[in-house]
């Protein structure tokens, strides 16, 4: 079946430090790709999304690109700050018989040290 | 402001007790969902519900049950057949099934 993939946390950068959190995906179909963040204590929000290949989605710095050739949706931010600290969830969207199912990677957890 | 709330934050439970987490949204959204989380993993689908009246069990459906009574609200029974229900348990919502998922803040619950 459908799954998705994300590099093993957890993350420490240092504030400023380059950021790189792997996904990858696995899909019959042309599913819709997304990355949510979960602050502590907190339910998840979207932080961007892609739903076709080549899409570039965006958001509070960060980026992702959607890779259709290697099945990524890797998250990247060029300088973190310690505000970014929470764990970053990859997900996919495919069509099931009546709805998008959304399928969510394990999650990996960032922290940021001033 | 427009959002989903969750409560309590935090249920404590004996074991073989019934217990019912509540998720309200005033966001007009047709569409609610139910997942759990555990440490170190990703959310689990138990139930979703199209509209009002319906719902759907997701991947992980035993031993919980949902009603969908009126469109704001979708409160999720963790019953005593669930053999590990201590989680964090998250609802969320959404225009459609085909559209983007916004999340509730969650009840941490845990079974003595």
């Known amino acids: 079946g459908n799954s998705v993939t994300q590099m093993e946390g957890p993350v420490t950068l240092s504030e400023e430090a380059f950021l790189t959190i792997n996904c990858t995906y696995t899909?019959?179909?042309?599913?819709?790709l997304f990355w949510y963040v979960q602050y502590p204590g907190e339910g998840l929000q979207l932080l961007l999304k892609?739903?076709?290949?080549?899409d570039k989605g965006s958001n509070k710095g960060f980026e992702a690109t959607y890779r259709k050739e290697t099945t990524s949706f890797h998250l990247e931010k060029g300088s973190v700050q310690v505000s970014d600290s929470a764990v970053y969830f990859c997900?996919?969207?495919?069509?099931?018989?009546?709805?998008?199912?959304?399928?969510f990677g394990p999650g990996t957890s960032l922290s940021v040290i001033p | 402001d427009g959002g989903i709330t969750q409560s309590p934050k935090y249920l404590f439970r004996k074991e073989g007790q019934n217990v019912t987490l509540s998720c309200e949204q005033n966001l007009n959204h047709d569409a609610m969902y139910w997942y759990r989380q555990d440490p170190g993993q990703g959310l689990r689908l138990i139930y979703y519900s199209q509209i009002v009246n319906d719902f759907q069990k997701g991947d992980i459906a035993e031993g919980y049950s949902v009603s969908r009574e009126k469109k704001e609200s979708f409160p999720l029974t963790v019953t005593s057949a669930q053999k590990n229900p201590t989680a964090f348990y998250l609802c969320?919502?959404?225009?459609?099934?085909?559209?983007?998922?916004?999340f509730g803040p969650g009840t941490r619950l845990t079974v003595l």
């Open positions: 899909a019959t179909g042309y599913p819709s």
């Open positions: 892609a739903t076709k290949a080549d």
């Open positions: 969320a919502s959404s225009i459609s099934v085909s559209n983007e998922q916004f």
């Open positions: 997900a996919l969207s495919e069509r099931e018989t009546s709805y998008d199912k959304v399928i």
